[in-house]
């Protein structure tokens, strides 16, 4: 995984929002993580130590909402959480499945201050 | 406290210029194929052995990638083909971004089958989209039958898996069967070929993928 590339793309997206907003303080950043993504948390949060000095997310924090794994059967239409990545239908065994959610990387959304003096 | 909604997925700057890069393509009619292996399990020979069977089917064009030097792009050169080498310097994959800039340097409008040669290497270049229209991976049957589930995104983003060297097999033990069922496991719609450059063995099937896959892709 390339944890530190996510990173400054997150933090060139965080402080684009921001902005926008006139807010120069991110509280905190929520991001969405698929079960699937492969994404390393630590990793993750190594990065934004170092990376968010001197950024408006600089003095805030990486919140993480898991994303179950979850697909569905073209054939039976049955929803399942697999434990592995082979995708099977846990109801009648076919091997054509879709994936729902779980390799999801998203940013959900950001607290900024409301005490802000704001750009305006 | 003041919420913002963002929703936006952090591996978006890739898959935009990816976006771009796969609508200069198509606009042109140009079929590309991204081609990843480990580093050493045949890509650059397998160029090499097929060029010179669709060179006078297709307008060929090929990018190489790898961290350093251009002794890929100048294998592909003394074959008479455009080729423009990346050298990424450390990074492990090629990107979106680095394709983009590739393509400036190629003669689009002379081309009609691009294969992009990755850097070596199974567990990266899975994960970032080129624009391609399908990816081939190789898989050497010297590196081992327990591969496909060890790395198991790339196998599950291929279109097709060659199995290289097959002149080998007598000297290694690498249980195809064991290969195959493991990679079908994981991508049940994996087409899979098994190929000898240096004997030519399966070369025939290769090249018939390849115009069915063209023309399936609406190759102009």
């Not at chain 1, 993750?44 to 994303?67: I, Y």
């Not at chain 2, 393509?25 to 097929?50: D, F, W």
């Not at chain 2, 790339?154 to 290289?164: C, D, G, K, V």
């Not at chain 2, 060297?165 to 994996?190: G, M, Q, T």
Request: hydrophobic residues 40%.
């Amino acid at each position: 995984m390339h944890e530190v590339s996510l990173m400054e793309n997150l933090l060139a997206v965080v402080e684009k929002a921001a902005e926008r907003e006139g807010s120069d303080h991110v509280d905190v950043i929520h991001l969405r993580l698929g079960e699937m993504s492969g994404v390393n948390i630590d990793s993750l949060k190594f990065a934004f130590e170092v990376l968010s000095k001197g950024t408006v997310a600089e003095k805030g924090r990486l919140e993480f909402e898991q994303v179950p794994l979850v697909i569905v059967c073209n054939e039976c239409n049955y929803e399942s959480s697999p434990e592995s990545l082979i995708f099977r239908c846990a109801k009648c065994g076919s091997a054509s499945m879709e994936l729902i959610s779980g390799r999801e990387m998203e940013i959900d959304y950001i607290l900024v201050d409301e005490d802000d003096p704001g750009k305006g | 406290m003041h919420e913002i909604h963002v929703g936006k997925d952090l591996r978006e700057h890739n898959r935009e210029i990816a976006r771009e890069n796969r609508e200069k393509l198509k606009g042109r009619g140009i079929v590309a194929l991204n081609l990843m292996s480990a580093p050493g399990a045949g890509k650059t020979s397998l160029l090499v052995s097929t060029i010179p069977h669709l060179k006078d089917k297709y307008n060929l064009g090929v990018i190489e990638g790898d961290l350093q030097t251009s002794r890929d792009a100048e294998r592909i050169k003394e074959l008479g083909i455009d080729v423009y080498q990346i050298q990424t310097g450390g990074v492990c994959h090629l990107d979106a971004s680095m394709v983009h800039s590739a393509m400036h340097e190629l003669d689009l409008a002379a081309i009609d089958l691009l294969f992009i040669e990755n850097v070596g290497n199974l567990v990266c270049p899975a994960e970032f989209d080129l624009g391609e229209d399908g990816r081939v991976m190789l898989l050497s049957i010297t590196e081992g039958d327990d591969k496909p589930k060890k790395y198991p995104l790339m196998f599950a983003e291929s279109r097709l898996l060659i199995l290289n060297k097959i002149d080998l097999l007598n000297h290694v033990d690498f249980d195809i069967s064991r290969a195959k069922r493991e990679a079908l496991d994981i991508n049940p719609r994996l087409e899979i070929l098994e190929l000898s450059c240096r004997t030519g063995d399966g070369i025939d099937e290769w090249i018939s993928w390849i115009d069915r896959f063209y023309s399936e892709s609406g190759g102009a």
